[in-house]
């Protein structure tokens, strides 16, 4: 079942994506996004579900958007099963440009709204390929960020429907969000909300980070506990799902036209990639255990 995430397969989609311009929920080029992760979904041999809900930005009255969820399920149906997210939107506006022009333009988004689907992606392939133990549900949903203005427009609207969808969230063992994932040079720390929700989550999955930067002479993963992160983990931590969020907070190119793919780099790519990877076997290992007659790892 072991096989090797790779980096440069999920950097050329990042390129791929970013080939389609921006991809904002409503968008045309978002539907072809879409249009393509289903393709390869399905190529996979995995299930595709959508779910449609209605986007509204205070800040722009009367832009209703219809913002589509796209599920797609690999391995067992049945049982308790893990979550992989990640959003595919883009952001309309890059407000975090200096010069005001340049803060009314939207962003490409290779970082944030690539990176994410691609790892996802590379994930789904190598589960098609392997003999998982226990279902994998990968989520990309629409609308994390149609924000116009900060100050009023509410984010993370895909997952919120997301979580609002399920009826039972019991049914998921635990949940992994994937978001900004792609620089050379990138940290990540546990989120505070993680941390105090789902510390066994994070105890796990920081335990194959350490084991893989020893081989991989990498010090990608942090343990301290730095940030307070809204993003499409905390409605799931809502609904008690165990929950945690992947993201480089320190990305300089967050929110600014510079968020292309050239700034990506496939071995960043690779050590997260890699590490979700291992992360699964571990969870398809217990699980095929506890089957056995030994137990599984809690969240």
């Not at 333009?105 to 994930?123: C, H, Q, Y």
């Not at 919120?160 to 994932?181: G, K, L, T």
């Not at 301290?224 to 190119?253: F, K, Q, T, W």
């Amino acid at each position: 079942m072991g096989s090797t995430f790779d980096g440069q397969r999920a950097w050329e989609d990042i390129d791929r994506f970013c080939a389609l311009g921006p991809r904002m929920c409503g968008s045309k080029e978002l539907g072809l996004l879409r249009e393509m992760i289903a393709q390869r979904i399905h190529d996979l041999g995995g299930e595709i579900r959508l779910e449609r809900f209605s986007v509204e930005p205070p800040s722009l009255q009367g832009d209703r958007q219809e913002g589509i969820n796209l599920i797609a399920s690999l391995g067992p149906r049945d049982g308790e099963r893990l979550l992989l997210a990640t959003h595919f939107d883009t952001r309309p506006r890059a407000e975090e440009e200096t010069l005001l022009e340049r803060q009314q333009m939207p962003i490409l988004g290779a970082n944030d709204g690539a990176s994410g689907v691609a790892v996802l992606l590379e994930i789904g392939r190598l589960l098609s390929r392997s003999a998982p133990t226990i279902g994998v549900d990968l989520a990309f949903f629409d609308a994390e960020e149609y924000v116009f203005d900060p100050e009023t427009d509410p984010l993370v609207l895909g997952s919120i429907h997301f979580a609002s969808q399920i009826s039972n969230p019991e049914v998921y063992q635990a949940a992994v969000v994937v978001d900004i994932v792609g620089r050379s040079g990138q940290i990540l720390s546990p989120d505070i909300d993680s941390w105090y929700l789902s510390r066994s989550l994070v105890q796990e999955l920081w335990d194959v980070a350490d084991r893989l930067a020893e081989s991989m002479q990498a010090t990608w993963f942090d343990r301290e506990v730095r940030y307070e992160v809204l993003d499409d983990h905390i409605p799931l931590l809502s609904v008690g799902i165990p929950s945690l969020c992947l993201i480089d907070v320190d990305d300089p190119r967050w929110h600014t036209l510079d968020d292309r793919p050239e700034h990506c780099h496939p071995q960043a790519l690779a050590e997260v990639g890699q590490v979700l990877w291992e992360w699964l076997l571990v969870r398809m290992r217990a699980r095929a255990g506890s089957e056995s007659g030994s137990e599984s790892p809690t969240s």
